[in-house]
């Protein structure tokens, strides 16, 4: 035995999340892709089968009622909500990622021209016209997509902006920002940006910050509520391992959520959603957020999903402590391992700036994850040359990452 899998069966049996382990459908595969799926929680499927079974099978119709469907967005925000830092009350589950990036996108920009209708006489002919939306220049492609869009819609400039440039580009437009959509954690490289600190500077400029953490949630602490976000999103089935394609969330902050105006109003949304009225009036508080009819069956999975997060000593602060631990051991065994100038770490050294995935620059990066599969090693690959490990502390042990630092060794080493 080598001294590193000596290590690593030490902080294994050290590793007070080791249980939690055994609550996930797992095999004989090293799993480290669940920054883009997360693993199946092994109680998952009897929920389904309930769901399927007896609320739709029998109660039918009666099951919005009696089995709480109609609630289920709100209930299930509830449960997320203490995993991003935010109070119940501000985060509702439904539609995708995307659909959820276009609300608030469009919806803070409103909120910006709202502002600047306010006031009177001279403070408000001096006050500059709200008319460009920021964008995260590295942004995962559909929300540059979809920030495109929504300045189109709106009338404003889009503007690629890396997020360190952020606070200096807020600047140089003298406070013509209306809104700033960032990611919390670079999809690609793993590199954490600094919520607190750009949520500060978008303040600062009269704007509003829209966050995206589909890489964040479930795996490190957001502080949403301390740190005053305005507005967020994130996807369920990376971290918080909801499924393929499970529903994602929408937060709004308390004291926003009068003025949140919704591009896509719906029947779901509105005050009165049974009064089929052809007027729209929106509802009070987080439930503004919806807009049709809620995908039951995946909701429901994901709220069965959540369980793991009630197991005891299953926390935030405790995921983020070893998903820490994981990915220095895993750097520590590239770099004992791997051939030297075969691989490059594109992922930030430093723990204040990196997520809970190790990306690493590799010529034949494609060629290289294909056979890191065939040979057990689950992982993925990013154009045109990024190796990416994905490392959710929930169910990755230290053993897993040893093994999987030798396994891509010896695949460098043809």
């Not at 009338?155 to 406070?175: F, N, Q």
């Not at 809620?294 to 005891?312: F, G, N």
């Not at 030297?340 to 050294?349: F, I, K, L, N, Q």
Request: aromatic share 8%.
């Amino acid at each position: 035995m080598s001294e590193l899998q000596r290590i690593a069966e030490e902080l294994d049996a050290a590793d007070p999340l080791a249980a939690v382990r055994g609550k996930f459908v797992l095999d004989d595969v090293t799993y480290l892709d669940g920054n883009s799926l997360g693993a199946l929680p092994a109680h998952v499927p009897g929920r389904v089968e309930d769901v399927v079974r007896r609320q739709w099978g029998e109660l039918r119709i009666r099951s919005w009622e009696e089995s709480g469907w109609w609630t289920a967005p709100e209930r299930i925000g509830d449960r997320i909500a203490p995993l991003v830092g935010a109070a119940a009350g501000q985060v509702v589950v439904g539609d995708s990622t995307s659909v959820n990036v276009f609300k608030a996108l469009v919806a803070a920009v409103r909120m910006a021209e709202q502002d600047g209708r306010t006031g009177g006489g001279s403070e408000r002919r001096n006050r500059p016209v709200r008319d460009e939306i920021l964008v995260d220049a590295t942004t995962f492609p559909t929300d540059g997509y979809i920030a495109e869009s929504a300045a189109r819609m709106t009338g404003c400039t889009l503007r690629p902006v890396a997020p360190a440039e952020v606070p200096s580009a807020l600047a140089d437009r003298g406070g013509r920002t209306a809104a700033v959509l960032l990611n919390h954690v670079d999809y690609r490289t793993g590199r954490l940006h600094d919520l607190p600190a750009l949520t500060a500077a978008v303040h600062a400029a009269g704007a509003y910050a829209v966050w995206d953490l589909c890489h964040s949630a479930g795996a490190l602490p957001v502080g949403l509520d301390e740190h005053g976000v305005d507005l967020a999103v994130g996807c369920t089935y990376k971290y918080l391992n909801g499924g393929p394609g499970s529903p994602a969330y929408l937060y709004v902050r308390r004291d926003l959520q009068p003025r949140f105006d919704s591009p896509l109003p719906g029947w779901n949304s509105h005050a009165e959603p049974f009064g089929m009225r052809s007027d729209y009036a929106p509802a009070s508080g987080a439930p503004r957020g919806r807009v049709g009819t809620p995908d039951i069956l995946s909701l429901l999975a994901l709220e069965a999903a959540l369980d793991v997060w009630d197991e005891e000593g299953v926390s935030v602060a405790a995921v983020r402590a070893k998903s820490l631990a994981l990915t220095d051991f895993f750097l520590r065994c590239v770099g004992a391992y791997v051939p030297d100038g075969r691989v490059e770490s594109v992922t930030p050294e430093a723990h204040a700036e990196r997520g809970s995935q190790v990306a690493l620059r590799c010529e034949d990066a494609g060629e290289v994850m294909k056979q890191l599969i065939e040979r057990g090693v689950v992982g993925d690959y990013r154009a045109p040359d990024v190796l990416r490990f994905g490392f959710t502390p929930l169910y990755v042990g230290f053993a897993d990452v040893e093994w999987a630092a030798r396994v891509l060794a010896r695949t460098l080493a043809g």
